[in-house]
């Protein structure tokens, strides 16, 4: 009996953080999603759905053609996305959104989530 819940111990502290964590990455590309249509669809194409066109005309990138690029993962998208790319040298810069760190999380899960599998 002790042996069988001694595995049953082991197997729970194995198995449930991984459940944990693919549910919390599905959370977060849901909610990356609504954030990036609240937040960024002024300016990007943030979901193919998103209730209105961006008012920046031309439209920066939309979220789509961002993900398929060379060389962008969390690393990359978490420090482009705390700096700041708007100033008097550069007036039409994207500006810092100052999203949260968990906010960052969810628009990066989202934004990677469009990337299509070669």
Known sequence: MLSVL????????????????????????V???KLAVIVCAYCHVAARDQPYKPILQPPAPSFESIAQRKGINADWLKTFMTATHRGLDNPNGMPNAELLDFQIRQVTAYLLSLRKNP
């Open 6 to 29: 001694v595995w049953l111990v082991a197997l729970y502290v194995t198995v449930c953080p991984a459940w944990g964590q693919e549910a919390s990455r599905a959370d977060d590309v």
């Open 31 to 33: 909610e990356g999603g």
